[in-house]
């Protein structure tokens, strides 16, 4: 009986650890996405108030931003919204030339294993040819050898 108990299911409270875990993990990668966004709309404020002449230190309640038509936080969310597309884009755009260069890389390497083994085919039949090269030569050179006449050139 000592032995049963001693093999107890996990409790629930390693089951909250872990669900506890899973929640801090979450929170951080919100926390860095949360930074990223953070980031993409101070720069959109910025570009928006360089394209209306302001100040970036204006304030929201200043009275130059109120009269303004569509209203300063319509155009920051317009501005936000076209900088996330064109990254997106961007990164889409690196993505897929990520891949093309992997298919390049991926059929150069497909052509230099084709190209050794034409090599080593090329090599092979070229030493099964070797007896017949070297018969051949043997052959010319066990041959009667001609001897030139020789000419008279004084005469």
């Known amino acids: 009986m000592a032995e049963a108990s001693s093999s107890k299911p996990p409790t629930s409270t390693t089951n909250v650890n872990v669900d506890d875990i899973d929640k801090l ?8 996405k949360r930074e990223e966004l953070d980031a993409v709309y101070v720069q959109a ?15 929201d309640d200043d009275p ?6 569509p209203g300063l936080k319509e155009r ?17 755009t690196a993505v897929k030339l990520a891949m093309a260069n992997e298919g ?7 052509e230099e294993v ?28 066990s041959g009667k050898k001609k001897k030139k006449a020789k000419t008279n050139v004084l005469g």
Do not use: C, H, M, Y
Request: charged letters at 45%.
């Open 25 to 32: 993990l979450a929170q951080e990668e919100n926390k860095a």
């Open 45 to 59: 404020r910025a570009l928006v108030l360089k394209t209306l002449s302001l100040p970036s230190t204006i304030a």
């Open 64 to 69: 130059k931003v109120k009269e303004l038509q």
């Open 76 to 92: 920051i969310q317009q501005q936000t919204k076209e900088l996330l597309i064109s990254e997106e884009v961007r990164r889409r």
């Open 104 to 110: 390049l890389e991926a059929k150069k390497k497909e």
């Open 114 to 141: 084709l190209q050794r083994k034409r090599k080593a085919e090329e090599d092979k039949a070229w030493e099964e040819g070797r007896e017949q090269r070297v018969d051949s030569w043997r052959a010319f050179a």
